[in-house]
């Protein structure tokens, strides 16, 4: 019997980062512009790509077994599936997104308490919904189809939107008042699916891989020589997540030093390094990190 895993990939915006992280986890999917059903060199996967705003949905219906979503269109469906991972990953960082309430630089409205009789346009209607009467405001929510930045004059007092920096806010003169809610991307599945066997295990396998691929993304190893003398003061300054692997060099002339560190750390570590004495460094990237 040949088993086979439904999965789900966003389209649009997280669909390149997506794609990169199931790389480094050691899946690799070849897209066409032109089709939705992409190769995957693991003939125990069918993939589909499907909107992430639409993902929870079907993956509750049973259409995917798996699929890649963020929380907030989970909560946003009101969707009853696994969340089996949480995948710290958006469009362009390594970090949570946010729906936040926004409105133009000029306007009176200070705070959501100012929302009162208002109108609201947005793409997440239920949690604003719900944030709304959180603060026990009643105003008119309505779901806009896209470019909601750009209604914040002319048809909204206010737009609730999704932002990893807030630039794209700032650049058309908007003015964040609030977060409505934070969202990280998740790896979700069918309760169905879940309690196959075969599928729970490929599903739990891959959460694995795909959690020890992002731990790798903003990390590195590297490796060096040192002389005895030298030892102590480079190891004084390597911050590595267990303690550097030590191995001694031919004709115990010194020693030979590998460690993971965070990749932002490397450009002030790497001379620190050379001045206390190490040579021979090799900065290398990593796929997975398993911890």
Request: aromatic residues 6%; contains cysteine.
């Amino acid at each position: 019997m040949t088993h086979v895993l439904k999965l789900g990939l966003p389209k649009g915006s997280l669909q390149d980062s997506t794609v990169s992280i199931f790389k480094k986890a050691g899946w690799n999917f070849v897209l066409s512009s032109r089709n939705h059903v992409p190769y995957c060199d693991d003939p125990e996967i069918d993939a589909l790509l499907i909107r992430a705003q639409e993902m929870a949905r079907y993956v509750e219906q049973g259409i995917f077994d798996a699929g890649i979503t963020g929380k907030d269109w989970i909560v946003e469906n009101g969707a009853d599936v696994v969340e089996v991972c949480e995948l710290v990953y958006a469009k362009a960082s390594m970090r949570p997104v946010r729906w936040v309430l926004a409105v133009p630089e000029e306007s009176d409205i200070q705070s959501v308490k100012d929302l009162e009789g208002k109108h609201i346009s947005t793409e997440v209607v239920n949690i604003t919904r719900r944030y709304l009467a959180e603060h026990g405001v009643q105003a008119e929510v309505e779901f806009s189809w896209g470019a909601t930045e750009a209604k914040a004059r002319l048809l909204s007092d206010a737009i609730v939107e999704v932002t990893e920096t807030g630039s794209s806010l700032r650049a058309n003169k908007l003015r964040i008042i609030d977060t409505v809610q934070e969202s990280t991307t998740r790896l979700i599945a069918n309760h169905g699916a879940y309690k196959d066997e075969w599928k729970r295990k490929k599903i739990d396998d891959m959460a694995q891989l795909l959690q020890s691929g992002i731990a790798a993304s903003s990390r590195v190893g590297l490796k060096m020589n040192v002389t005895e003398d030298k030892l102590e003061a480079v190891m004084a300054i390597l911050p590595a997540m267990k303690a550097p692997t030590v191995s001694q060099l031919y004709n115990g002339s010194g020693a030979a030093l590998e460690v993971i560190v965070e990749e932002r750390t490397v450009r002030q570590m790497i001379p620190d390094l050379i001045r206390a004495g190490a040579t021979a460094i090799i900065e290398y990237p990593l796929n997975k990190v398993i911890e």
